[in-house]
């Protein structure tokens, strides 16, 4: 999946800047993510978890330069995240939130180059977002919002749409399809745990999970060949039993159906099964984040 070049949206995310020559040593301490190993210019996705391995936040990473780390976030996780600072001891590191930044999502660096130079109050980046790779651009907010006027509104991706591209390349929002109830594992994001890094909170769970044990439900992709959109915690049936919840779901008109994401029991995490969600057949798409070959557009 990649983004048409003259569509574009407004980043849902708040910033905060992580900054010290401790920013990164920190993060690794408390974050699921390998901090260490990022370079200049790259970035991960990351959990935050407590003691008992439980999901606190979810959030992206990105290293702008040796002392500071970007952190983006849902606007909900801004104070949770924030307060990641209470475990600073004796680390040089601070956390500003950008109070007055934003951001514009682009479909590629010809956007830039052909429609005029950036404000020198702004920074481009390049980051994964929904399994693509795509092109961001964030600054303070009267820059942004006035540099933002030379792409056409008619080509400014909706709500519908975003969310379309959220559900099918299995990205979860917090609070909605993880929660402080879950572990890591459960949401099948795997790509924001890393299993050979040094301690962080959370690890001997989260590591006797991995390494030791499963967990009993996984948060999955379905299609349903319908257009009725079922609600936040509708039951997912097997064989008349229930099995699982959704947890988001919207009308894609790229299949003429419904994508929703949705937690089901780990017994019947399997290709071959055919379940019910609101009296519909519903069809398991992928059995790991990423794999989802569904539509590119909506």
Known sequence: MSFNSSQWFRAPEKKIRVI????????????TQDCLTLKVGEGAYTFQCNSKGRVLSFFYLYLLKDEEVWIFCEPSLLSRILSISNFI??????????LDDLGVVLGSKTQISNDG??????VQINRDRWASECLEVWGPS???????MRFPKEDELSQDALSILRIQSQTPTYGVDVTEENFPQETNFLKALNFNKGCYIGQEIIARIHFRGHVNKKLT??????????RHGTPILYEGKEVGQVTSATFSSKIHGVIALGYIQTAHDRKDV????????????VEAIGDYKGSSAW
């Open 221 to 230: 992709l379905f299609e349903i060949q319908h257009h009725e959109i079922p």
């Open 117 to 122: 130079v950036l404000p020198t109050t702004c």
């Open 274 to 285: 055919i379940f019910s969600i609101a009296n519909q057949p519903a069809h398991k798409c």
């Open 20 to 31: 010290g020559k401790d920013a990164r040593v920190f993060l690794n301490r408390v974050l």
């Open 142 to 148: 009267s820059d942004i919002n006035h540099w933002v």
């Open 89 to 98: 001891i004796l680390e040089d590191v601070r956390f500003e939130e950008a």
